[in-house]
């Protein structure tokens, strides 16, 4: 649903502002050995939250367990932890760079993501060159630049120009060349777009089997997703498309769509199509058989979804939720003006639409949330993503936002969206056992909750305490990044 107006907002985005000079980010707190003393570690498994000792050396934990049973080295620093419960770090896995200025990135985004508890990005489609994420992971790392782990870059591929830095591909010849591309300038996948034809998509993911490259991203209209989950593509992002795959008419859908693409017809004029026609079509016509086959062939092939609800709930916001302010007053306040500006063009697009057409787009959405939640349910990987920063959506507080829609909307528990905002993740990497839990040996991305997010997820919010590679920031100096962010998009 998002594909084609998203872009407007993406260019919008990117084209913001190439002169500003945001003020000097703030250094990281040095690291060193840490104990955190008295606080209860969050059990993602379903067992009770007990009192515990977390002992951090070198980045890493080196104990966790009963105080009486966990020696704190000499020289550590003691955290009195009393009254937190220790989560994972949170993953924000559908999110972009997409800023004016690497500055921006490192003034702006990264630090607000920190002071939220996200501590880990997968980047689904950059406009900056792979060299910058090298650059950006390395100063992390070593504590010259506050930011999440980049855990992976992705280059987005389709056979137009319809995003920043797209590789174009059109046939079997350009699929080479444009992973050739894609792996000599370090992307970590290819991110398929929506108008790959699919002999095209078909050769791009054999060329990523061969390379050694993930292929992570939407549906292209033209590929059915039980497809592209038996040719390797490892995430589908947004629901892309999945609305008509599980209806009985998902051919004559799909065929009024891509007749609608070669004909030339604006991206604005099909969307309408859909919320006139399609969505109510694929509503009549679902089927339940189709979306069971469906979600076995995902489990089976280790495909995993990223829903983004946070996105697709500000489409059906009108009919959803009529007269509320976009953002909230704190999320507003760490968005650039021009991003605010971006939101407008959407704005504009649904404030025209009719009743009935409000109607439709929320129906769509409570449908695809209960699908999300049938997913869960099946056993397919669910991973949290926001878009940001996309229209509205603060870097951050975008990913509270989509936890809380996986447990308010699609009925997962709190500890299942917790998992796919943290182990989740892991796996998905294969890097279970080294990050995604508080447990020896993993990485010391931890947050510290002033209250239980397995009784509520909005607990989530109430942030005490962020450790990130080993690097205490307590409330003031999470409070002090949320200023600085502040400061610099008021610059914009």
Request: charged share 20%; glycine share 10%; net charge positive.
């Amino acid at each position: 649903m998002t594909n084609r107006l998203g872009t407007l907002v993406l260019l919008a985005i990117a084209l913001g502002c190439s002169g500003c000079t945001p003020p000097p980010a703030l250094r990281p707190p040095p690291a060193g050995p840490l104990a955190l003393v008295g606080a209860r570690v969050v059990d993602l498994d379903g067992g009770a939250a007990l009192p515990a000792t977390v002992v951090i050396v070198a980045g890493h934990i080196a104990a966790v367990g009963p105080a009486d049973a966990v020696p704190i080295p000499p020289g550590t620093r003691v955290i009195d932890a009393a009254g937190a419960f220790v989560i994972p770090g949170l993953w924000d896995m559908h999110a972009h760079t997409t800023y004016a200025t690497p500055a921006e990135v490192e003034r702006a985004f990264f630090p607000a993501l920190v002071a939220h508890g996200v501590l880990g990005m997968r980047d689904l489609g950059s406009r900056f060159p792979a060299e910058q994420t090298r650059f950006w992971r390395g100063a992390i790392a070593e504590g010259r630049l506050v930011g999440p782990r980049l855990a992976a870059l992705g280059q987005v591929v389709d056979a137009r120009p319809t995003t920043v830095g797209t590789l174009l591909v059109r046939n079997e010849a350009e699929a080479v060349g444009a992973l050739a591309s894609a792996r000599r300038d370090g992307y970590d996948f290819v991110k398929p777009y929506n108008d790959l034809s699919r002999a095209a998509y078909g050769a791009l993911a054999r060329e990523a089997a061969h390379r050694g490259l993930a292929l992570a991203g939407h549906l292209p209209h033209g590929v059915a997703a039980r497809e592209a989950s038996e040719l390797g593509q490892r995430s589908v992002e947004h629901l892309s498309n999945l609305w008509f795959e599980v209806a009985s008419a998902d051919e004559r859908i799909r065929e009024r769509i891509l007749r609608g693409l070669d004909a030339g017809e604006p991206p604005i004029a099909l969307f309408q199509a859909k919320i006139d026609t399609l969505f109510p079509l694929a509503f009549e016509t679902y089927d339940a058989a189709r979306e069971r086959e469906l979600f076995a062939r995902f489990v089976r092939n280790g495909t995993w979804q990223v829903p983004t609800l946070v996105v697709d709930r500000y489409y059906a916001r009108p009919a959803l939720q009529p007269g509320r302010a976009r953002p909230d007053a704190a999320s507003a306040r760490l968005l650039p003006g021009w991003v605010r500006q971006s939101g407008q063009l959407l704005d504009r697009f649904l404030a025209g639409l009719t009743p009935a057409q409000r109607a439709t787009l929320a129906e769509l959405y409570r449908r695809e949330a209960a699908m999300v939640g049938r997913m869960q349910r099946a056993g397919v990987g669910i991973l949290a993503g926001s878009d940001a920063p996309g229209a509205y959506l603060a870097p951050g507080a975008a990913l509270h936002d989509e936890l809380e829609a996986l447990v308010r909307d699609a009925g997962l528990s709190p500890r299942e969206a917790l998992r796919a905002a943290t182990l989740n993740p892991a796996v998905y990497f294969g890097a279970a056992d080294s990050l995604g839990t508080v447990a020896p040996g993993r990485a010391a991305d931890l947050v510290l909750l002033q209250a239980d997010p397995t009784i509520d997820i909005r607990h989530v919010r109430r942030i005490r305490a962020v450790v990130t590679q080993g690097r205490y920031f307590d409330r003031s100096a999470l409070d002090s990044l949320l200023t600085q962010v502040e400061r610099a998009v008021a610059r914009r």
